[in-house]
Nanobody, 120 residues
Framework: QVQLVESGGTSVQAGNSLRLSCAAS????????MAWYRQAPGKQRELVAV????????NFPDSVKGRFTVSRDNAKNTVYLQMNSLKPEDTAVYYC?????????????WGQGTQVTVAS
């Protein structure tokens, strides 16, 4: 049974920082690229961070570049999202995603999400 469990979401004031964690089980974590997505009410889910399986490369959209960082600890099967200088528009449910393509087959797993609310 694959499980991705996010934690760390809460309500904060604008300008503050927050770190989200996602603990994975049931997969060979080191073989998966990991990503964070978010979805605000009435909006589509959007990608906010990606980190490759070995942690050697990361990528961010312009909306969070310079404010968010992503890291992983393959020994702990955990990926982190560090969010700094938070803005009200960062308010959303944040989801953890594990992604792998192997022999032409795609595996995608999702967590249940954690709510982040940024007050102005």
């Amino acid at each position: 049974q694959v499980q991705l469990v996010e934690s760390g979401g809460t309500s904060v004031q604008a300008g503050n920082s927050l770190r989200l964690s996602c603990a994975a089980s049931g997969i060979t974590f080191r073989n998966f690229d990991m990503a964070w997505y978010r979805q605000a009410p009435g909006k589509q889910r959007e990608l906010v961070a990606v980190i490759t399986s070995a942690g050697s490369r990361t990528n961010f959209p312009d909306s969070v570049k310079g404010r968010f960082t992503v890291s992983r600890d393959n020994a702990k099967n955990t990926v982190y999202l560090q969010m700094n200088s938070l803005k009200p528009e960062d308010t959303a449910v944040y989801y953890c995603n594990a992604h792998r393509i192997l022999w032409g087959r795609t595996n995608d797993y999702w967590g249940q999400g954690t709510q982040v609310t940024v007050a102005s």
